[in-house]
């Protein structure tokens, strides 16, 4: 069974820490539709259940407990998606790099492509040449 060569991102992924992925998920995570909605729900949910509580408003308006909860939910994932960024433009110049060392390599074989098509081209010229030489002569002789 052939073991086939990993690829610049495979590369990457396997380098990652167990906190690089955390903080990567949990951006991909605060960056959703999902996650918006969700957020969405309990904040109607938070603030219709303490408008409409008879006995206990845990926290009645201005709702500052929930502003706490949303200040330090910030607190956190400001600098989450900063990491998850910074290895976002990490992959992004890896993969850069890649592209070009293929640009590179792919100049190189068309390079050596046009030089093989061009002496074959020469051959056939060298080859006719040869063979008006030799019907010239047959005619003149």
Known sequence: MAITPKNWF???????TFGERLADSVA????SWRFI?????????????????IIYHW????YIL???????QAAYAA???????????????VKADE???????AKKDIENLQIRLNKIDV??????LALLEKMDQRSTG
Do not use: C
């Open 10 to 16: 495979q590369k990457h992924n396997d380098s990652m």
């Open 28 to 31: 991909t995570g605060m960056g």
């Open 37 to 53: 909605i969700i957020q969405t729900i309990i904040v109607a949910l938070w603030m219709t259940l303490n408008v409409i509580a």
């Open 59 to 62: 926290d009645p308006y201005p």
């Open 66 to 72: 929930l502003n706490l909860l949303f200040s330090t």
């Open 79 to 93: 600098p989450i998606i900063m990491m998850a960024q910074n290895r976002q433009s990490d992959r992004d110049r």
């Open 99 to 105: 592209d070009f060392k293929t640009n590179v390599e």
């Open 123 to 128: 051959d056939k010229l060298d080859k006719i």
